[in-house]
């Protein structure tokens, strides 16, 4: 049974100025060691990182914790199976949350082009 579900959508430049502008600051904040290495072996990692932006803010809303709550950006994490596929991880207090809503499965789909990344999270019991 679906028991939280949450969307986002941004455009890639508003995470490509924030690289610029913040560089690994900006990266080590949000992003973990393995979306890092992902994202930067890309062509362009903006792209990739926004897409990984848009599933950590779908996550978040699917929680229904938003920002809030004690959830941490890096508490999300994106991986990519050999099959292309990507996985959802959650780790500290997003997957404390996770467990005490009854969710046991998380679906993670990921979209991006040149302009705007989306993703998409459901938790299923």
Same mark, same amino acid.
């Given at each position: 049974m679906i028991i939280g579900? %949450?969307?986002d959508i941004l455009?890639?430049?508003r995470i490509a100025q924030s690289l610029? =502008?913040?560089g690994d600051r900006f990266i080590n904040r949000i992003f973990t060691e393995g979306e890092t290495s992902y994202c930067e072996a890309c062509a362009r990692p903006e792209i990739h990182y926004a897409a990984r932006w848009a599933a950590k803010e779908a996550a978040f809303k &699917?929680? %229904?914790t938003g920002w809030s709550s004690g959830v941490r950006w890096r508490d999300i994490d994106v991986h990519r199976l050999p099959s292309g596929q990507p996985r959802l991880h959650?780790? %500290?207090e997003a997957l404390h949350r996770a467990a005490v809503m009854g &969710?046991? =499965?998380f679906f993670l789909s990921l979209t991006h082009d040149q302009a705007v990344s &989306? &993703?998409?999270v459901i938790l299923e019991t």
């Open positions: 579900i %949450g969307i455009q890639n430049e610029e =502008r913040f &699917a929680l %229904g959650l780790h %500290g &969710a046991s =499965r &989306a &993703a998409v």
